[in-house]
């Protein structure tokens, strides 16, 4: 009797596919359509207007097909981006933008990373800044106007919120400043910091003046830093500021060697530590995990030597006028 299902094929068949129908949907369907199959980090903030006309350029020029935007959870990528993604993260990503070809680095946790200024001279000329790269100039997003009625409409069909006056706004950007304003949104949900360097503002550092620690230094700094802050340190207008001279992030005095090397650990998410505003959109490089610990307070020696000589070359009565504001040794 219960062998005689077996002798039926066609019901046999019939049964089942719809078993297996019934299975898929309990098992797949089911849990696509509940809440938690779409998570939501509290701190992930939708597109703007300018964001997603920004995530649009993203998409038209294909950068997808050299740049990834996923971190994933393995130590040599964490420790080289930043933490890894979360599904979280992608609640507003319609379609996603993950991609699988990294010709270029990943761009999950490139928000932040850089100034605006930055982007903007990489962007038309990448070559500028990096000379092999192989990633093409866009330029000419420079000179495209955005259609406010484009991306309303592709706001509206999102479901995404913006106001008429920011959508008006609209006319006066061009593509480049919708893919700078999408390029600082990527990653800023997560924190990004790389390592856990606690803050200890009276670090002295441990490499003092040595000459080997300050020709170490003078490498690392040619190496790492001269893109943003120039090749003597004197920093570059609106991309980055003068370390060179008596102010820290905006104001004076300067900081101590600790708050020095806090800032080159932790980049700029050190700032509200150190209680200083800086630069409204950072954009100071978190090191810390990129170079060793070592290197940092090399370049620290190297900038701090490079100051005391700049001061010994200043004519004498600039001299007399810092006399009273030296900093302690
Ligand atoms: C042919 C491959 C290629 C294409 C296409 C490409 N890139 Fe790149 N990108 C690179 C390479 C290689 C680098 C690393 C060298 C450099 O900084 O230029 C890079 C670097 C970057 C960086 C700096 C990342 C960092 O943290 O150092 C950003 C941001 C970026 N690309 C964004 C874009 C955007 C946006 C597009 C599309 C408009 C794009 N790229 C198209 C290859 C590409
Ligand atoms: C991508 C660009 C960029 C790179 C690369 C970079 N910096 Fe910065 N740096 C900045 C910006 C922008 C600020 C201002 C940060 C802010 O206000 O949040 C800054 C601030 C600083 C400050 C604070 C000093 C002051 O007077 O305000 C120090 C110190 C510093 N950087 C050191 C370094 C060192 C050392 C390196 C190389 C290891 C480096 N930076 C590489 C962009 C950069």
């Known amino acids: 009797m219960a062998g005689a299902i ?20 309990v098992t797949m369907a089911y849990p696509m359509l509940r809440p938690e199959m779409h998570p939501r980090l509290d701190s992930l903030k939708a597109f703007t207007a300018l964001q997603l006309a920004g995530r649009d ?50 761009l999950a946790r490139e928000g932040g990373k850089r100034p605006d200024a930055w982007h903007y001279k990489h962007y038309a000329n990448p070559q500028s800044i990096e000379k092999k790269s192989n990633m093409p100039k866009y330029a000419f997003l420079a000179e495209a106007r955005l259609d406010p009625a484009e991306v309303a409409s592709h706001m509206r069909a ?3 919120a913006a106001a008429p006056e920011e959508l008006a706004a609209l006319a006066q950007k061009t593509e480049m400043d919708a893919l700078v304003a999408y390029t600082q949104w990527l990653g800023h949900a997560v924190q990004r910091k790389a390592g856990g360097g606690a ?9 003092g003046d040595s000459p080997h620690a300050i020709a170490r230094g003078q490498k690392v700094f040619a190496d790492n830093c001269t893109a943003c802050h ?41 700032k509200g530590a150190l209680g200083r505003k800086g630069m409204e959109n950072g954009g100071m490089t978190a090191f810390g995990g990129q170079i060793p610990d070592d290197d940092i307070w090399a370049v620290i020696s190297y900038l701090r030597a490079q100051m005391a000589h700049e001061k ?12 009273g504001q030296e900093r302690k040794p």
């Open 57 to 106: 350029v993203y998409q038209r020029e294909g950068c997808v097909n050299c740049h990834t935007q996923t971190v994933r959870p393995l130590r040599s990528e964490v420790v080289r981006y930043g933490d890894y993604s979360k599904a979280g993260e992608f609640y507003y990503d319609r379609p996603f933008l993950w991609g699988s070809k990294r010709t270029g680095p990943d």
């Open 312 to 323: 010994k070359e200043a004519p004498t009565m600039e001299k007399v006028e810092h006399k």
């Open 199 to 207: 803050l200890d503002l009276a670090a002295v550092n441990p490499l």
């Open 230 to 270: 120039g090749d003597e340190g004197h920093g570059v207008p609106e991309v980055a500021p003068d370390l060179l001279d008596d102010s820290f992030l905006g104001e004076k005095p300067d900081m101590p060697d600790g708050a020095w090397f806090a800032l080159i650990h932790d980049g700029s998410d050190a």
């Open 6 to 25: 077996y002798r039926k094929p066609v019901s046999f068949a019939l049964m089942a596919t719809v078993a297996v129908l019934v299975g898929s949907v």
């Open 158 to 160: 999102l479901g995404l």
